[in-house]
T-cell receptor
Framework: DAKTTQPTSMDCAEGRAANLPCNHS???????VYWYRQIHSQGPQYIIHGLKNNETNEMASLIITEDRKSSTLILPHATLRDTAVYYC?????????????FGKGTLLTVNP | NAGVTQTPKFQVLKTGQSMTLQCAQDMNHEYMSWYRQDPGMGLRLIHYSVGAGITDQGEVPNGYNVSRSTTEDFPLRLLSAAPSQTSVYFC???????????FGSGTRLTVV
């Protein structure tokens, strides 16, 4: 699976948009980009994933560059409860089976 | 709908003891996985299953056994606990290729 690079930490003001970048310059054409987050001491939580097109759900938006070498997770109106470690993961599907490899992620701190 | 339930939440073992970490999901998910999380290491895959009766090894399978006799349950067995197995263990499940994993709240294991 392609490796990902994320900043170690970021800050965001409450109510503002949080934009979390991820570089995955070695991504292959059949690899998806997944985002998870982990609030302190809890299990990781799935946020969103995409292949080529931008995606949006009730939690966040995922913007993938045209060359797919990087992506940005956007939390449109960050709250204090969004403080967590955010993981960007690239995974390849082998049939219906795939594994996720978690890196160290980005610690997002939302400040009041 | 309880999601993914892990028991116990906390456990202290002596070196050489054996135990089983329980994981159950009520979402009829085919795919289940066990991860361990150590400080500074991210999550590492121990074992996974793509359906009842089918299991396979992940990155760090040594010292652990799994079985999948039903869709709902995926227990992780520590055969002879070692201090190196002190960690937080997460169980996760998903359905289909294009969905994210749902994680349990974790079991915090200390081996002394």
């Amino acid at each position: 699976d392609a490796k990902t690079t994320q900043p170690t930490s970021m800050d965001c003001a409450e109510g503002r948009a949080a934009n979390l970048p991820c570089n995955h310059s070695t991504i292959s054409g059949n690899e998806y980009v997944y985002w998870y987050r982990q609030i302190h001491s809890q299990g990781p939580q799935y946020i969103i994933h995409g292949l080529k097109n931008n995606e949006t759900n009730e939690m966040a938006s995922l913007i993938i560059t045209e060359d797919r070498k990087s992506s940005t997770l956007i939390l449109p109106h960050a709250t204090l409860r969004d403080t967590a470690v955010y993981y960007c993961i690239v995974r390849v599907a082998t049939g219906s089976n795939y594994k996720l490899t978690f890196g160290k992620g980005t610690l997002l701190t939302v400040n009041p | 709908n309880a999601g993914v339930t892990q028991t116990p939440k906390f456990q202290v073992l002596k070196t050489g003891q054996s135990m089983t970490l329980q994981c159950a999901q009520d979402m009829n998910h085919e795919y289940m996985s066990w991860y361990r999380q150590d400080p500074g290491m991210g999550l590492r895959l121990i074992h996974y299953s793509v359906g009842a009766g089918i299991t396979d090894q992940g990155e760090v399978p040594n010292g652990y056994n799994v079985s999948r006799s039903t869709t709902e349950d995926f227990p992780l067995r520590l055969l002879s606990a070692a201090p190196s197995q002190t960690s937080v263990y997460f169980c996760a499940s998903r359905t289909g290729t294009n969905y994210g994993y749902t994680f349990g709240s974790g079991t915090r294991l200390t081996v002394v």
